[in-house]
């Protein structure tokens, strides 16, 4: 079962999101949070595989929240949630830790599917969105540079596919299909990203994405 946290202010999207994700036979809702520094109680008290986090909360907003869960239990994934695709807070919590970010207008698969996805490791972003919200607001976002890119050699101790598959990985690729893209064994991959995140010092793909990009590895298009 994945144990799934909901945080949001608003009780008719917290009981929402509970009643759908409760109807799926591999998820379970463990608790709720008003706000972030309830989220970060919560976590810490019920160990949840997912977090889905709104970002505009009281007492403490969803990106503190988000930096601070994934400080303390590196094992918690979370899931933004945000009413827009290009909310400028976004970009901030993908930098702080999240793993991806769902709208509150996701159907009832596609929550439960994002959860499905987050809790396995890989990336919510896609390829769409991604190169729209992490190359918009990369130029906006008045906030330090994650540590890696401050030392432009880091990126040069990458094999040349390890390099690749940071780009692929920034463009919204799963491990399958840069697999395919690249005609090797998906356990292949899975190597290579492992590699990526030791020698550059992140956390998880969705961090690889946004270095690739403030690295300028990627570009807009």
Known sequence: MIKVLI???QMMVREGFSVLLGAMPDIE??????????AIAKTRELRPDV???????????????????VAVDEGAKVLVLTTFDLDEYVYQALRAGASGFLLKDASARQLADGV?????????????????????FSKLAEVPKL????????????TERETEVLVLIAQGLS???IAERLVVAES???????????KLGLRDRTQAAVFAYEARLV???
Do not use: C, F, W
């Not at 889905?52 to 909360?57: G, H, S």
């Not at 540590?147 to 990458?158: C, H, R, T």
């Open 7 to 9: 945080a949001d202010d």
């Open 29 to 38: 809702v463990v608790g709720e949070a008003v706000n972030g520094l309830e």
């Open 51 to 69: 977090v889905l986090m709104d970002i505009r909360m009281p007492e403490l907003n969803g990106i503190e929240a988000t930096r601070a869960i």
């Open 116 to 136: 499905r996805v987050v809790a396995s490791g890989e990336a919510l972003l896609a390829p769409s969105v991604t190169r729209r919200l992490i190359t918009e």
């Open 147 to 158: 540590p890696a890119v401050q030392n432009p050699a880091a990126y040069g101790e990458l």
């Open 175 to 177: 491990n399958v299909e």
């Open 188 to 198: 292949t991959i899975k190597t290579h990203v492992s590699r990526v995140l030791v």
């Open 219 to 221: 570009t807009p298009g």
